[in-house]
Structure formats: C-alpha cells, structure tokens
C-alpha cells in the first residue's frame, strides 16, 4: 500500500566541504528513500545547508569573505558532491532561502505571542564548534561535554520554555517505541532527560552577532542557530510560507524520519520535539541516529582534524555505484564502523565483481553465444532450481520489510546472499558442460539460465536505489526485462549480447605493494 514518507538529512554546516561522514548520512537517506519509492510509496527527501550561525560566519571570515558569498559558494559544492554521488534530493534547502527566513519569524512570533519565549539575564558557556549552549555543571575538564572548547557567555537573551515540556516528552517517548532509533539511543535520550531540563537560549545579541535570522519582535537580537536550522525540516514543506497551500505539510509531516548522527540526537529529541509541541504540531515518527565513521586509531574522522577521507577521491578510485555500495554496505546502521580504502576494495571485489558482475557475464555471454540472445523457457525440474526460484519470490518481500526496520546494510546483505547462492548454482549446474551434451543437455543449460536470468532481473531491480546506475547498464544487458518485482513477470526482453565489463576488479594498495 502506498504510504507517503518524508527522509530527511541534518542540514549541514557550510563551513567545509562535505566529507565522508554527511557523504555517508546523505548517501543512505538518499538509499533509503529510493527504496520507498522502489516499493510504491510516495517518498520526499531533503537535504540542504544550515548557513546561519558563529561557526559559518567564522569560516566566511577566515576566507574574507562576507557570510552571504562564502556561503553561496559552499552550498554549490555541497550541492555539486551531492549530485556526482547520485543523490537526488527533491528539496535542498538553504537556511537563507528568504521563505524559510520568513517561516522561522513566524514560528517566532507565535510562540512569543504564547508567551513561550521571554527575555532573561544568560550566563553560560559557548561552544562554537557544536553551536550548542552548555551551563557550569555539564562541563567537562572545563570543555564540552563532547571534549571541545567553550568561551564564557554574558548577556540578555531570549529563552524559549523548553523546561516546561520535559514530562510531556519523557512520556512521548515511553509510548512511542520506535521514536527515537535505534533502541539503544532511547536510554541515552531518557538518561539525559533525568536531569532537569533548563529554557533554551535562543537567540544572540547584534551588538556581538549579526549572521542570523533577526526576530520578529526584538530587532536587536539573532535567532539561535539551532532554532533556526530545525525549523527548515517544516518549512520546507510549507509550513508559515506565504500562499502556501499547506498540502505538503499535511502530506508529509510527521511521516518523516530524520537521519542523523549520533552527535546531533540531543537536539533533535529535545530542542526540536519540544519546539514542536510549543507550535501545537506533531512529533517526528522516527529520528535515527547512525553512528561515527572513525578512522584507524579509533576516532571519530572528522574535518576539524584533518584526517577525512575525501568523498571526491574515493569516487575517482571506486566510481560513483560502487562507492554508495560500500558506504551503505560497510556500517550496521546505527553502529560506529571504521572506513579504510582497502576494505571497501576487498568487499567490492567479492560482492560486485566475483559474485554479481561474474554472474551477469556467465549468463549473458551463454545466452549470446549458444541461445541467439533469446532467454529460454523456464521449468522447475533441475535439483537446486526450486531454492532459488522460491528464495527469489520471496526476496523482495524480504528487502522491503529490511527497509521497513531501518536495516539498509542488511538488505544489501540480502541481495548478495542470494546472489551468491545463484552462483553456487550455476557453478553446480555448469550450463557450459551440458550445452556439450546433446539436445537434452542443451535444453537443461536453457534451463539454468532461464531461472539465473530471472534471478539477475530481480535482485537488479532491488539493487537499483543502491546501484542506480550500474543497474540500469545490467538490466540493459538483461534485454531490458521490465521492472516488475514479481517472479515470472519479465517482459519479452530483447536480444541478449556479451554484456560488456561492469565491475572491475580493484587491486588494492596492500597487494600493489606486495609486488614491489
Ligand atoms: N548543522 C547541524 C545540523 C542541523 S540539522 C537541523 C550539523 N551539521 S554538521 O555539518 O556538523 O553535520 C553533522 C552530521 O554529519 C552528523 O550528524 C552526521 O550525519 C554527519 N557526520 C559528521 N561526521 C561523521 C562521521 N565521522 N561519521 C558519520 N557521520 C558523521 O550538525
């Protein structure tokens, strides 16, 4: 049944160019959101730039440039690396886009006309690398808690009365299981949340801070980042834009599921749930929170250290499928897992090349050669055929319930497993011997890759939101066979040829030396 879905990204700080950690969260989402549409349902994805805010305004400045220039150059890039990955979002939001702009001054108004939002003496501690407020008792050796540098905060500022909302929020989350993903992140969120929670800060004086949103109704005041950059998941969607129909809104919202990191799951659970309830509109079904791509020694890779793999360097080498592929592949989502060049080659050259390339090849090259390019008629005599017709009906039932429980990497897993299987299969059935073997030998090789054909056609269409261009190229060598889901149900397709060579083997850099 058709369900329309909403995926979102963080939005990310234009402060640097992407690197593998939002290639990785906007690669999935992007996986993801693909699948749902691969199963029918109407699905809209957004990404974007969180443009506003102490730690953009200090990378404009270090370039000398003004806020607005640095930021529309940055976004560009984000949006170009984006593109060379293959993602298509349907919306790339900008924090500065004037309609946003206008959505957050709304949102503002209103609670001030609520009186959520009153004006107070704040003192406290800034860390300007997470833009996050912090008080004395959550420092840690004198940092943030994350381990990063804080400066002391005096001034009049405006709070939003986020305190107030704590029990309401400790209950959503007792009766919304799947709120908060995966489960082990439900503890922390709730371990927090014994804490009594302050108002939050939301907004910067001019006479220190210009690089934000002015509020409405105090315009010697900014509006804190973080208010501002969560808002985008609902004004995207229309929310207070002008002569907005509000049918996007009421399409989407709250079927989203915001994907993000493990390092921003305080803010989407707390600020932004408990801004959601101020606004009278409902919680988010999911926020997932995947873990840290850390790098040799352990850590988490990160730009500010340096040490990031670069998404475009890694495409140079891997090629745009085949990178999503191991992206996806390599991290239990919602697990930390390490990233090495070599490791991603090793798993490429086993899944793509020795199993799903080879088996493609194996099959098209006995179809062009001995079958004039016309797939055989297909029966269940043979030993082993009826496994893999079975485990082939089966499979996208399989995918998508995979889908449907956040486990992308597992679906994928899937796929290879069965493709593996379908190889062991062809291996045993050795088409290539028995075509020697008479007419009935000829016959049972059409057979076998009859059933290995209509194998190859599904798990290309199940691999297309991860692979969506090397599968259009397998399918293509399949004859186009159609796209339908349903086992027997390829449409005539055309003559088969020698496909032509679609995952090459990687040799990695360990054996290259090897052979010095
Ligand atoms: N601008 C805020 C988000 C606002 S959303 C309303 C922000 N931006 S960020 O540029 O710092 O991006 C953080 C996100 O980048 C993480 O949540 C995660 O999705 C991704 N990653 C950054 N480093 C990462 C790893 N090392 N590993 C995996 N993902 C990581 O926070």
């Given at each position: 049944?058709?369900?329309?879905?909403?995926?979102?990204?963080?939005?990310?700080?234009?402060?640097?160019?992407?690197?593998?950690?939002?290639?990785?969260?906007?690669?999935?989402?992007?996986?993801?959101?693909?699948?749902?549409?691969?199963?029918?349902?109407?699905?809209?994805?957004?990404?974007?730039?969180?443009?506003?805010?102490?730690?953009?305004?200090?990378?404009?400045?270090?370039?000398?440039?003004?806020?607005?220039?640095?930021?529309?150059?940055?976004?560009?890039?984000?949006?170009?690396?984006?593109?060379?990955?293959?993602?298509?979002?349907?919306?790339?939001?900008?924090?500065?886009?004037?309609?946003?702009?206008?959505?957050?001054?709304?949102?503002?108004?209103?609670?001030?006309?609520?009186?959520?939002?009153?004006?107070?003496?704040?003192?406290?501690?800034?860390?300007?690398?997470?833009?996050?407020?912090?008080?004395?008792?959550?420092?840690?050796?004198?940092?943030?808690?994350?381990?990063?540098?804080?400066?002391?905060?005096?001034?009049?500022?405006?709070?939003?009365?986020?305190?107030?909302?704590?029990?309401?929020?400790?209950?959503?989350?007792?009766?919304?299981?799947?709120?908060?993903?995966?489960?082990?992140?439900?503890?922390?969120?709730?371990?927090?949340?014994?804490?009594?929670?302050?108002?939050?800060?939301?907004?910067?004086?001019?006479?220190?801070?210009?690089?934000?949103?002015?509020?409405?109704?105090?315009?010697?005041?900014?509006?804190?980042?973080?208010?501002?950059?969560?808002?985008?998941?609902?004004?995207?969607?229309?929310?207070?834009?002008?002569?907005?129909?509000?049918?996007?809104?009421?399409?989407?919202?709250?079927?989203?599921?915001?994907?993000?990191?493990?390092?921003?799951?305080?803010?989407?659970?707390?600020?932004?749930?408990?801004?959601?309830?101020?606004?009278?509109?409902?919680?988010?079904?999911?926020?997932?929170?995947?873990?840290?791509?850390?790098?040799?020694?352990?850590?988490?890779?990160?730009?500010?250290?340096?040490?990031?793999?670069?998404?475009?360097?890694?495409?140079?080498?891997?090629?745009?499928?085949?990178?999503?592929?191991?992206?996806?592949?390599?991290?239990?989502?919602?697990?930390?897992?390490?990233?090495?060049?070599?490791?991603?080659?090793?798993?490429?050259?086993?899944?793509?090349?020795?199993?799903?390339?080879?088996?493609?090849?194996?099959?098209?090259?006995?179809?062009?050669?001995?079958?004039?390019?016309?797939?055989?008629?297909?029966?269940?005599?043979?030993?082993?055929?009826?496994?893999?017709?079975?485990?082939?009906?089966?499979?996208?039932?399989?995918?998508?319930?995979?889908?449907?429980?956040?486990e992308p990497d597992l679906a994928i897993q899937d796929i290879y497993a069965y493709l593996a299987e379908v190889n062991r299969y062809i291996?045993?059935?050795?088409?290539?011997?028995?075509?020697?073997?008479?007419?009935?030998?000829?016959?049972?090789?059409g057979e076998t890759l009859a059933v290995v054909l209509e194998a190859l056609r599904i798990s290309s269409i199940l691999l297309q939101p991860v692979m969506p261009e090397k599968t259009k190229e397998v399918l293509a060598a399949l004859g186009n066979p159609g796209n339908s889901l349903?086992?027997?149900?390829?449409?005539?397709?055309?003559?088969?040829?020698?496909?032509?060579?679609?995952?090459?083997?990687?040799?990695?850099?360990?054996?290259?030396?090897?052979?010095?």
């Amino acid at each position: 049944m058709s369900k329309p879905h909403y995926i979102t990204t963080p939005i990310y700080y234009p402060n640097a160019e992407p690197h593998l950690g939002s290639s990785y969260t906007t690669t999935v989402a992007d996986v993801l959101h693909r699948f749902k549409r691969l199963f029918g349902n109407e699905s809209f994805f957004l990404t974007g730039t969180d443009e506003h805010g102490q730690k953009v305004a200090d990378a404009a400045k270090a370039r000398g440039l003004e806020p607005q220039q640095h930021v529309d150059e940055l976004s560009r890039q984000f949006e170009n690396v984006w593109k060379r990955l293959g993602i298509e979002p349907d919306i790339f939001m900008r924090t500065t886009y004037p309609f946003h702009i206008k959505g957050v001054q709304a949102a503002l108004q209103k609670l001030w006309e609520k009186e959520l939002i009153y004006k107070s003496e704040y003192e406290g501690w800034y860390s300007v690398s997470e833009e996050i407020f912090y008080t004395d008792k959550d420092l840690v050796d004198g940092k943030s808690p994350e381990g990063k540098p804080v400066t002391k905060v005096t001034e009049t500022n405006y709070f939003f009365k986020m305190s107030q909302y704590q029990e309401k929020l400790i209950d959503y989350i007792h009766s919304h299981p799947d709120f908060i993903l995966p489960v082990g992140k439900k503890a922390e969120v709730l371990g927090f949340l014994k804490q009594p929670l302050t108002d939050l800060c939301i907004s910067r004086p001019k006479s220190r801070f210009t690089w934000g949103i002015e509020l409405p109704f105090d315009k010697d005041y900014v509006c804190y980042v973080w208010f501002d950059a969560l808002l985008n998941y609902v004004t995207a969607l229309g929310y207070e834009v002008a002569g907005d129909d509000g049918s996007r809104m009421k399409k989407f919202w709250p079927a989203v599921t915001h994907i993000i990191g493990k390092d921003i799951l305080t803010t989407h659970t707390v600020y932004w749930t408990t801004m959601l309830m101020a606004l009278e509109l409902p919680l988010p079904n999911h926020v997932f929170a995947h873990g840290w791509w850390l790098n040799t020694s352990g850590k988490k890779m990160s730009k500010s250290e340096g040490e990031t793999q670069n998404p475009l360097e890694l495409l140079e080498i891997l090629g745009v499928d085949s990178l999503r592929y191991a992206l996806v592949r390599m991290m239990r989502f919602g697990q930390d897992a390490s990233f090495s060049l070599h490791s991603a080659k090793e798993l490429l050259n086993e899944e793509l090349a020795n199993t799903y390339g080879n088996l493609v090849s194996r099959a098209t090259n006995l179809i062009a050669q001995n079958f004039e390019g016309q797939a055989p008629e297909m029966t269940q005599n043979e030993s082993g055929t009826k496994e893999i017709i079975e485990a082939g009906k089966a499979l996208p039932a399989k995918i998508e319930a995979r889908i449907n429980a956040f486990e992308p990497d597992l679906a994928i897993q899937d796929i290879y497993a069965y493709l593996a299987e379908v190889n062991r299969y062809i291996t045993s059935a050795a088409p290539w011997k028995t075509l020697k073997e008479g007419e009935t030998g000829r016959k049972k090789a059409g057979e076998t890759l009859a059933v290995v054909l209509e194998a190859l056609r599904i798990s290309s269409i199940l691999l297309q939101p991860v692979m969506p261009e090397k599968t259009k190229e397998v399918l293509a060598a399949l004859g186009n066979p159609g796209n339908s889901l349903v086992w027997g149900q390829a449409e005539k397709p055309s003559p088969i040829g020698k496909a032509p060579p679609l995952f090459p083997k990687f040799v990695s850099e360990e054996k290259k030396l090897g052979n010095q």
